[in-house]
């Protein structure tokens, strides 16, 4: 089965959020149909996102989890449809054994929210040849930025040790996980700082829309959000960010449009 490739570096590539699930924090429940899920990835890519980010399950604060063989259930219903949409597929999990099913059924890219700690994922990536997302989501150092820079850097030793192509890795400072609001914070104020290791450039993609952090700082409702999450998107750009992902495709892509023509 042919890959879709993504192509870094030319332009700020836009990730369409998919939530095919009854209760993800911002739009759970409304695209929760075959056709409503179906029609809006159409509507997104018309927009402008480059890749599509379907998740099955809902990983905000406090969620609850549900099992493999659900998730795998939910994805069925609709992932024959959309590996036929041109762009490449990404799909959020942490589950080794629905990444597994989702690349064998077309998609292209594994979204792992909790950044290859189960190493049966490493494995299903492997064997895909896939790139990986790899998001930091567990604090253990004080300072949140060397805690993400030591977090990536021993991914990539693993993906070494395990001879996994580590230039598949794309890297994730995982907003609104394992952070207070501060470091929140702290971390889109210094997004150029994790972009390099061992003398090489890695992709980094940042995750922000609609997020908490946002209604922390400005006091705005999650539903009052996207202007914010495009203004976040804009100044990640200028610090070297190559995926954004986001709810509202058709504001954001153009405002990154904009960005890409001052900064690139």
Request: hydrophobic share 40%.
């Amino acid at each position: 089965m042919t890959k879709k490739i993504l192509n870094l570096g030319k332009k700020t590539l836009i990730m369409g959020i998919l939530n095919f699930t009854p209760d993800s924090f911002s739009d759970g429940g409304f695209f929760y149909s075959q056709n409503s899920a179906l029609n809006h990835a159409k509507k997104m890519i018309e927009d402008g996102a480059d890749i599509i980010d379907i998740g099955a399950e809902s990983t905000r604060p406090n969620f609850s989890p549900i099992s493999a063989d659900e998730e795998i259930s939910r994805l069925e219903k609709i992932l024959p449809a959309l590996k036929n949409l041109g762009v490449p597929i990404s799909v959020d999990t942490y589950k080794p054994e629905t990444a597994e099913f989702a690349l064998n059924c077309g998609a292209d890219i594994i979204n792992d929210v909790h950044g290859l700690e189960n190493k049966k994922m490493l494995e299903v990536a492997k064997k895909f040849s896939a790139p990986v997302i790899v998001m930091h989501n567990k604090k253990i150092l004080p300072n949140i930025i060397d805690d993400i820079k030591s977090f990536f850097l021993q991914t990539l030793e693993t993906c070494r040790k395990n001879n996994f192509d580590e230039s598949k890795i794309i890297f994730d400072p995982g907003i609104g996980f394992g952070k207070t609001q501060e470091e929140n914070l702290t971390v889109l104020k210094n997004l150029h700082e994790l972009k390099n290791f061992d003398g090489k450039k890695f992709p980094l993609l940042l995750g922000v829309s609609r997020k908490s952090v946002i209604g922390y700082a400005t006091g705005f409702e999650v539903d009052d959000r996207d202007e914010a999450t495009g203004a976040i998107c804009t100044l990640a750009i200028s610090q070297g960010v190559d995926i954004v992902r986001v709810h509202n495709v058709e504001m954001i892509s153009k405002m990154c449009k904009m960005a890409d023509i001052l900064t690139r």
